[in-house]
């Protein structure tokens, strides 16, 4: 297969979470070809930033021109650009070779340390921004670059968001490249607690016409004390390289988007302060991931199994071997409901989006830390009388109304109830625990299993007894 060029064009960061790396990094999850033009060396750490040295223009120059004399490269993005000068070059070379290029406009770095001699700003809003195809500033450079102030009194106002973005988008007036649509993102607003937002804002020309139009991407804001360093590298990479493989700038912007929420669940801490975006999961996290997919595999093939998904739907929540919290579950976004008859899940496999079979799994683990898995099912009163004689079961009923009412109103502190109220009757974790319900809840059935395949196990054998009953 032919392979798809990209080029990235910026600064190198030997801490690898920004610049040159972090692109490159990022492109290959893409399978592109990562094409590396460098505008400065840094001296940096991923929570700290000492200084850089500007290539000289002359080699910033050779570089393209060997590059794009060779091969004919049509995607390509821009990061850290140290001088008006090689703005310049750059910006020539992008317009002569027709390129559709994203500009980052980082001129700061993410500890604050600026990346670019004075009026570099001006030099990118007078020859990079007109020919761009898309513009991906953070809330600070929104600003900067449209003039507007964004955060009104606690929090970031959408609406300004909205109205930098038309105001930058203004900039890129240049017509001579034959772009089908151009769009300007503003990354990282703050519009309330605890929520993320991003704005697009996308100028369709397809058929001649112009039609413009808003896109957001809200978000919840992930509890981490500290910027992830090099995550608007990572995201403007991922842009290039979705509009690189589907010319199509809106999908470019959902996959950006979709790719990086993902990597997102899995910031690693590379030191005492610092997090970076690993933009793949550990080995753990991998096998979790697997077997929650293996779990749902064998379900959802099965038409019966629909039998046994309740009101509020069935989810499977694998944990971590040493799970402390929900953002180490692996579940299934959404649940798994019923679709022509069969069990289909709603959103994908994801770590921290189970909530009652997370709380339920990470409480089973403190009295019986080798079970892994629980899987939550419709309780069927026949199907439960002939598990029960069925010596390959251990299976304990809990009783829901002795539940003191202080816990009963409170969703997680039941979960906690249930299961240290099973383990002080029966000193053990049975393979499911079931309920026949009370007033407003639901009868349930909850297996628990060590591992996939002990999982699939137990499936089976309740579906051939589901089987023979009614
Ligand atoms: O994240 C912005 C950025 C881009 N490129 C390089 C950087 C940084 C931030 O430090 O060092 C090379």
Redesign the pocket.
Known sequence: MEKIFCLTI????PSCG??IQADIRTFEKFEVYPFSVIT?V?Y?TADS?SGYFPIPIESLEEQLKILFEKYPIKYAKT??IPTKASVKIIAEYLDKYQVHYVVDP?TV??VGVR?AEEGTESELKKTLFPSAQIITPNLKEAEYFSGINIKTQEFDDIELMRKAALEILSMMTNEKIEHKSKAVIIKGGNPEKNKIVDIALISDFESKKKKQYFLKFLKDQKPIEQNVH?T??VFSAALTASLAIKKDLNFAIQNAEEFFDENFENITKISDRAYILTLDYSPEKKAVLNQVKEIYNFISSSKKFSRLIPEVRTNISVSLPNAQSKIDVAAIEGRISIINGYPKAIGKIKFGVSDHTARLILTTKKFDNSLNIVLNMKYVPDLIQKLENDSFFKIAEIDRSKQPENISLKEESTMQWIVKKIFEQHGTIPDIIWDKGEIGKEPIMRVFAKNAEEMIIKIEKILNYLEKSN
């Open positions: 910026a600064g190198t960061d920004a610049g400065a840094t940096q930033f990061g850290m980082v770095s993410s990346l090099g608007g590298c």
